[in-house]
């Protein structure tokens, strides 16, 4: 197959090359920047193309041969749109590792004209939120009639710098829930609560990912919350941002704090060697009744790069219906007991 992996010499682009070249695979890279490209094409022996997603005729040009992108370059706010217009005009596969609810719910919202060009939409095809998608689905399999759903992540290894820039995009701002199937504010008393990983109890704190929006879709459940366990290497950040408030979305404190995090190395594979992704989650139904799971995985990286290489490969192969749609909907709940030392406890 013809696939792509746009921003590849970032920290998440480069283990997906790396992964990609150790099975076998011959993606092309491709990026903005030439020199960092020829680097990482030479080491991994695989073609590569140098193009700016700002520059919308050059990036069709790029994709021409290609039959699904792996989007790994961030911000996505700022890049998901002008790499989704290119994919539907070349009628190419997407996919992207992108955790923010609006992008989702941007990308989600092109479905028809998606199947209108023969295209599949894949956005979070990575720890963001494959694990998370799937618990849910298979929570909503064991329990149909369920009206509420929660879900909780926690991994202890460090951040990349891409992710530490997304998580300034969204400090000083509220949480965000979905209450009554509609998007907003984290209901006052829902804010915190106590989580039973497969690996232990930790406080938790409600916050806006993802599944906020892929998870409605994927179950049909209007009430959500999400919670994380936050990592010690973001944890100080965090709670300076909510001490500061809306100070932190001026312009000038934005580009500060991610200069500060953009120089993170991003953590090391013997970190990732420790490192373990604990998710878990708990649907109700109207009666109080309650089914609750736990899924462990492989360090977030590693478990995005192993996602990524697979959703490609199956995207490529035309096994996918066009149409924008959440991981567990193209690829199915089960899809996570596929994935490299992912583990799922409580549920069938």
């Known amino acids: ?38 680097e990482l094409g030479e080491r991994f022996e695989l073609e590569h193309r140098t193009v700016a997603v700002t520059d919308p005729s050059a990036l069709r040009a790029a994709l021409e041969g290609i039959d699904v992108v792996a989007h790994c370059a961030g911000p996505f706010s700022a890049t998901s749109a002008p790499m989704v217009d290119a994919c539907l005009a070349t009628k190419t596969h997407y996919l992207d590792i992108t955790g923010e609810i609006d992008v989702f719910e941007a990308v989600l919202g092109r479905h028809d004209e998606a199947q209108s060009r023969g295209v599949v939409l894949l956005p979070g095809a990575g720890f963001d939120v494959v694990p998370s998608d799937c618990l849910a689905a298979l929570l909503a399999r064991a329990m149909p009639a369920a009206v509420r759903l929660e879900l909780a992540i926690r991994a202890t290894g460090g951040v990349s710098p891409g992710t530490a820039k997304t998580a300034m995009e969204s400090l000083g701002t509220p949480g965000r829930a979905r209450v009554g199937g509609v998007i907003g504010p984290v209901p006052s008393n829902r804010r915190r609560r106590t989580v039973d990983f497969a690996d232990g109890r930790a406080n938790a704190h409600a916050i806006a990912w993802g599944d906020v929006s892929t998870a409605y879709r994927s179950t049909g459940i209007g009430d959500i919350v999400v919670y994380a366990a936050l990592p010690p290497a973001i944890a100080p950040v965090v709670a300076l941002a909510q001490t500061a408030g809306a100070a932190t979305r001026t312009r000038m404190v934005q580009g500060l704090l991610k200069a500060v995090v953009g120089r993170l190395p991003g953590p090391s594979a013997e970190t990732r060697a420790k490192t373990q992704g604990q998710l878990w989650g708990e649907v109700t139904d109207a009666e109080g009744k309650k089914v609750t799971g736990t899924i462990t995985t492989l360090d977030p990286y590693d478990l995005t790069a192993d996602s990524v290489v697979r959703i490609a490969q199956r995207l490529a192969s035309g096994a996918v219906p066009p149409g924008a749609l959440t991981p567990s909907q193209a690829l199915g709940a089960d899809f996570v007991r596929e994935l490299d030392g992912a583990k799922v406890h409580g549920i069938n």
């Open 1 to 38: 197959m013809g696939w792509m992996i746009y921003g590849a010499y970032g920290y998440t682009g480069r283990l997906v090359s790396a992964l990609a070249a150790e099975r076998g695979e011959l993606p092309v890279i491709a990026g903005r920047d030439e020199r960092r490209l020829r």
